[in-house]
Nanobody, 119 residues
């Protein structure tokens, strides 16, 4: 089991920046992949960025160059730095832990944090 707690969402003007944080209940080095996903009203949840246990990253095309995922292992925390925000980035952002335990994959989710970008 992994408990995830997000923070850092809020209201920002277009072109601004926000940094989201996700605190995990256990060591990040015991979790295969950490990631950020988002869901806008009326849309499906989509991947924003993922960070593997080995340190490799992957981003959705629309976020490349604007968003950066990182981690502080000493704090069991993953971050999402979001720059040059656009109104279409408005969504609930969810932290995800994708874990492989005894031959089975598990997904754990945080409660989500709202990001609203005004034009």
């Amino acid at each position: 089991q992994v408990q995830l707690v997000e923070s850092g969402g809020g209201l920002v003007q277009a072109g601004g920046s926000l940094r989201l944080s996700c605190a995990a209940s256990r060591s990040l080095f015991s979790i295969d992949t950490m990631g950020w996903y988002r869901q806008a009203p009326g849309k499906q949840r989509e991947m924003v960025a993922v960070l593997s246990i080995g340190g490799s990253t992957r981003y959705a095309d629309s976020m490349k160059g604007r968003f950066t995922i990182s981690r502080d292992s000493s704090k069991n925390t993953v971050y999402l730095q979001m720059n040059s925000l656009k109104p279409e980035d408005t969504a609930i952002y969810y932290c995800n832990a994708h874990d492989y335990v005894h031959g089975t994959w598990y997904d754990y989710w945080g409660q989500g944090t709202q990001v609203t970008v005004s034009s």
